[in-house]
Structures are given as structure tokens and as C-alpha cells.
């Protein structure tokens, strides 16, 4: 049974940094694509990065230069790091994969597994 369970979010004000988590468990963690998306209220949910099995990115625009996926195979967990945080990038934030290890894609439509989120709110 495939679990995701995403931590980390929090306020923060403007400029502040913040990392979230997503713990893994029930699948091949170290071989599967994973992502992260976001969802602002009223938005569609929208792709923030995705990393494939052997380590290759692809962030959106707002996210280049600012925050930085990593995956930890020991630990079974994904990782977001987001600095300088804007008010725009308030939301909640999700984990997701479908367990394909070439899977590198920020379309929601491509993953089937998600976590429940991590609410981040970033105050001006």
C-alpha cells in the first residue's frame, strides 16, 4: 500500500525559507519518479518540480533558483527546499508519484499516489 505523508509546512514571512518532507513507504522508493505540486485556494494545482529515479529535475519557472528537490533513499524521503519565499507561494503542498522511475513530469494527470499536503503560508 503506497504511502506519502507530507510535513514541514508552516507561516513564514516573506523571504523566509522553509523545507518540507514526504515520507514514503510501500513502493521502491529509490526507484520511482517522484513530484511535488502546489495548490493555491481557488487555483488548480500546479507543478512545483519533479526528480526521476536516477536524480534528474525539472522545475517550473517560480521555482528555479529558489527551490531545490532532493530525494534521500535511505530514509525513504523526498525533500522541498523553498528560499525566499513570496506571499504568492502560499498553498497546500503535495507529494506525489506513480512509481515509474523515468518519471520526470509536472502534469497532476501523470501520478497516481498523493499525500494528504502540507499547508505553507507565506505573509507579506
Known amino acids: 500500500q503506497v504511502q506519502l505523508v507530507e510535513s514541514g509546512g508552516g507561516s513564514v514571512q516573506a523571504g523566509g525559507s522553509l523545507r518540507l518532507a514526504c515520507a514514503a513507504s510501500g513502493f521502491s522508493f529509490n526507484t520511482a519518479g517522484m513530484a511535488w505540486f502546489r495548490q493555491a485556494p481557488g487555483k488548480e494545482r500546479e507543478g512545483v518540480v519533479s526528480i526521476d529515479w536516477k536524480g534528474s529535475t525539472i522545475y517550473a519557472d517560480f521555482a528555479k533558483d529558489r527551490f531545490t528537490i532532493s530525494k534521500d533513499n535511505a530514509q525513504n524521503t523526498l525533500y522541498l527546499r523553498m528560499n525566499s519565499l513570496k506571499p504568492e507561494d502560499t498553498g497546500m503542498y503535495y507529494c506525489?508519484?506513480?512509481?515509474?522511475?523515468?518519471?520526470?513530469?509536472?502534469?497532476?494527470?501523470?501520478?497516481?499516489?498523493w499525500g494528504q499536503g502540507t499547508q505553507v503560508t507565506v505573509s507579506s
Open positions: 506525489a508519484t506513480d512509481q515509474r522511475p523515468w518519471r520526470l513530469s509536472l502534469e497532476p494527470n501523470d501520478y497516481i499516489y
